[in-house]
C-alpha cells in the first residue's frame, strides 16, 4: 500500500487520574472501546500509552483516513495540547491487527525513562530517538485486554444480587432450624 503512514502524536488528559495500578481508567476504556470499533472500520491500527496524565499514540493506515481521524482527535475535549512526534510514510504496519493495542503503565516504561534520565513519562521532553525507543517498547509490549480492568467497586445492581441472595440463604437456614426445633419438640415431648 503506498500512501500507508504511521503517525504518532501526544496529548495531555483533560480529566483527573487516579492511578490504579495495572487499571485503565475509565475515561481511557471509554476511549479504547470507540477507537477499536472506529479504527476496524477504516482499517487504521495503532497503539495508545497513557500514563502520569499523558497520552502517545501511534497510529497507522492511509493519509486520508488518519489525518481525518487526527482533525476529530484535535476536537475532543478530553485531552489538549495535541503535538505530533513523527510523520512517516511506512511499508508495513507495526501492530498488525491492532485496532488500538493499549500497554498498561509498568515497569518497562519507568525503566525506559530512568534511561532516558527522566524521572517520570513526559512525552512532550521526548526527541526522535526517545519517541522511536517508545515506539518500540508499544510494539513490544503485551496488550492489556478491556476485561482485565476490574472495575473499582461492584457496580449497584451487582451488590442488590448479591444481597438479595444472601438474604434468601440466611431465611432458608433459619427456617431448617425451626423446623428441626420443631420436631425435636414434639418427638422429647
Ligand atoms: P461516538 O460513538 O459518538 O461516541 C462514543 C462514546 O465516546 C460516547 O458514548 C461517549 O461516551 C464517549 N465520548 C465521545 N466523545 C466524548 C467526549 N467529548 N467527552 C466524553 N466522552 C465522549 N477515536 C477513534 O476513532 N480512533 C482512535 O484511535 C481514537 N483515539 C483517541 C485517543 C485519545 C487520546 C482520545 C482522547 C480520543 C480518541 N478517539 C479515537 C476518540 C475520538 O476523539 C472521537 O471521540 C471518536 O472518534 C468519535 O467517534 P464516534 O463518532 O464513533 O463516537
Redesign the pocket.
Known amino acids: 500500500m503506498s500512501d500507508l503512514i504511521q503517525l504518532v502524536y501526544i496529548?495531555r488528559a483533560a480529566f483527573q487520574t487516579v492511578p490504579r495500578n495495572n487499571l485503565i481508567v475509565p475515561?481511557v476504556s471509554?476511549?479504547l472501546r470507540?477507537?477499536r470499533?472506529?479504527?476496524r472500520a477504516k482499517q487504521?491500527v495503532?497503539a495508545?500509552y497513557?500514563g502520569n496524565g499523558f497520552?502517545f499514540?501511534c497510529?497507522e493506515g492511509s493519509e486520508p483516513a488518519l489525518m481525518a481521524?487526527y482533525e476529530?482527535?484535535k476536537?475532543?475535549?478530553?485531552?489538549r495540547d495535541l503535538r505530533i512526534l513523527s510523520k512517516r510514510a511506512i511499508t508495513e504496519r507495526s501492530f498488525g491487527n491492532w485496532e488500538?493495542k493499549y500497554l498498561p503503565p509498568e515497569q518497562d516504561v519507568t525503566r525506559l525513562m530512568q534511561s532516558f534520565g527522566m524521572s517520570s513519562f513526559d512525552p512532550y521532553q521526548f526527541n526522535e530517538s526517545k519517541t522511536a525507543k517508545m515506539l518500540d517498547m508499544l510494539a513490544s509490549g503485551s496488550n492489556l485486554q478491556l476485561d482485565e480492568a476490574a472495575p473499582a467497586q461492584p457496580s449497584p445492581k451487582l451488590v442488590t444480587k448479591a444481597g438479595v441472595s444472601g438474604i434468601r440463604v440466611v431465611i432458608a437456614v433459619l427456617l431448617v432450624l425451626l423446623l428441626a426445633a420443631l420436631l425435636a419438640q414434639r418427638f422429647l415431648s
Open positions: 496529548s475515561e471509554k476511549i470507540v477507537s470499533r472506529n479504527n487504521i495503532g495508545l497513557f497520552f499514540q497510529l481521524l476529530t482527535l476536537t475532543d475535549p478530553r485531552h488500538m
